[in-house]
């Protein structure tokens, strides 16, 4: 069976910092490329940063560009640094792996169940 948990959520201030962490299982993640994108109340979900298999090359979003991280830590294990949170970061942020291209949500076949960031002024 094909999971993506996403970890690593919660409440922080503005200035504050979070990582989340997405761990897959039961597919080869490793030949994939392993994205995160958000989604606010109301909003459509949104790209945010995204790792190639090998990990050699990584995307970001313009909004994010400059405070958010993205690594692999192996096969398994993907993750998104956030550093100087803002309250527009505020979504549910979900975890996806797939194939094509990266910032395009249908380009992700697997998704995990989603972990809130709130961030408040």
């Known amino acids: 069976q094909v999971q993506l948990v996403e970890s690593g959520g919660g409440s922080v201030q503005a200035g504050g910092s979070l990582r989340l962490s997405c761990a897959a299982s039961?597919?080869?993640?490793?030949?994939?490329?392993m994205g995160w994108f958000r989604q606010a109340p109301g909003k459509e979900r949104e790209f945010v940063a995204a790792?190639?298999?090998?990990?050699?090359?990584t995307f970001y979003a313009d909004s994010v560009k400059g405070r958010f991280t993205i690594s692999r830590g192996n096969a398994k294990n993907t993750y998104l640094q956030m550093n100087s949170l803002k309250p527009e970061d505020t979504a549910v942020y979900y975890c996806?792996?797939?194939?094509?291209?990266?910032?395009?949500?249908?380009?992700?076949?697997?998704w995990g169940q989603g972990t809130q960031v709130t961030v408040s002024s």
């Open positions: 996806a792996g797939g194939r094509g291209p990266v910032t395009i949500a249908r380009s992700y076949d697997y």
């Open positions: 790792i190639t298999w090998s990990g050699g090359n």
């Open positions: 039961g597919l080869p993640f490793s030949s994939r490329t």
